[in-house]
């Protein structure tokens, strides 16, 4: 007959780290407007996040448009600056509003990559930044994980797949079943 074995133990809830973005910029610059400024706060793929001035990122836009204006050579400078805006992660739509408007934008938008609550945040408006300051770190919580502490002897009875009963230390008649 079939034998149930059963293990208690304590385990913390974390993020999905599959569903985990962490943001940061491609280029120096200031933050000029902060738009998910709370930490808890939902954010949708494509919804801003901030604005960013930096003196590289509209001297490269002017050389875009300057160079458009070009035949021959022109046209090549125009694609490596192109290029260039592509590579410090200016969005698709900013780089085709530049090029539709024929005019440099002061402050570019960046945009979350993913969906889900703001897990913590750095930035803060007029703030100076560089690509190695993580701004925002994102993760949907539509599924956590739970990390358990188990025994080495322990290992022999679980497989992937397995059912968990999980109970919550703030309500101890409620318990929830996952794999």
């Not at 604005?51 to 125009?78: C, F, H, M, N, W």
């Not at 694609?79 to 530049?98: C, H």
């Not at 750095?122 to 993580?134: D, F, L, Q």
Request: net charge neutral; hydrophobic share 40%.
């Amino acid at each position: 007959k079939n034998v149930d074995h059963t293990i208690r133990t304590v385990g913390t809830i974390t993020a999905d780290e599959t569903k985990e973005a962490h943001v940061h910029t491609r280029i120096n610059g200031w933050i000029e407007e902060i738009y998910a400024d709370y930490v808890g706060k939902a954010v949708r793929k494509g919804q801003p996040l901030f604005t960013l001035y930096s003196p590289d990122l509209v001297s490269t836009q002017e050389e875009y448009l300057a160079a458009r204006k070009q035949s021959g050579a022109g046209k090549e400078i125009a694609a490596a600056a192109a290029e260039r805006l592509k590579l410090w992660g200016v969005p698709d739509a900013e780089v085709a509003s530049i090029r539709k408007t024929g005019k440099a934008k002061r402050a570019i938008t960046f945009a979350s990559p993913v969906d889900g609550a703001i897990i913590n945040k750095t930035a803060i408006k007029g703030m100076y930044i560089t690509p190695e300051m993580e701004l925002y770190h994102i993760a949907d919580l539509s599924r956590v994980w739970i990390m358990v502490t188990l025994y080495e002897y322990d290992i022999a009875t679980i497989a992937v797949g397995d059912q968990a009963e999980i109970q919550l230390p703030y309500d101890a008649n409620k318990s929830l079943t996952a794999k």
